[in-house]
């Protein structure tokens, strides 16, 4: 079956797909994604609103759970903590600025918006943010893929468009790859003991 014909016949499941992963993970189909808009095989714009409803959603959800059930949640899984102290540590010195940019920071972006559940942040307030830091990293990535894949095309031409699916589908085996990967490295993160700097949230 030739790739648009497949693109076409099955079009919103793959913005389903973008939506769910970004709600879930990060960054790595999107770029992708991008890749294949700039061959014509999919609507930027339809990616760029699933990637940032996704992450939007996805952060809000976290930041209900952190704000609601945080603290049973690192009573129960102490290893979190390290990672909410610094987050919080983030958050005391930047403010709005983290709010703004921890999807783009290795290491705390997971259990970013966790942590900002159990701090003194207003939900009205991170859901301002939230919305405008999901579109800007949506935007960043959408539009890396996006031209990368025309300069790619530029080189290569029209065969560009004859590799698109593989590529895509080596680049989501990739990600899964890395998901998997660093699920494992949590696992053996050492359980730290109660410490973190949490400040609980107004009533």
Known sequence: ???NELLAQ???CFYL??????FLEGE?????AGFAAAQGLIDPMLLLTAAWLGSFSGD???????RHFGIR???????WRRSVDSALKWLERYDAGFILSFRFIYG??????FALGLSAVRWDRFLRLNFAAAGLWAASFVAVGYFLGHAFRAVLGDVARSFSLVMLAAFVAIGAGM?????????????VPPGADVVLPPP
């Open 28 to 32: 790595t189909v999107i770029i992708f």
């Open 179 to 191: 998901w998997l990967l660093h699920r494992l490295q949590k696992r053996r993160l050492i359980r």
């Open 108 to 113: 705390v972006r997971n259990v970013s918006s």
């Open 1 to 3: 079956m030739d790739i």
């Open 60 to 66: 809000q959800c976290y930041f209900w759970l952190g």
């Open 17 to 22: 797909i973008a939506f769910v992963w970004t």
């Open 10 to 12: 099955n079009g919103a």
């Open 73 to 79: 949640l690192l009573d129960r899984f102490p290893r």
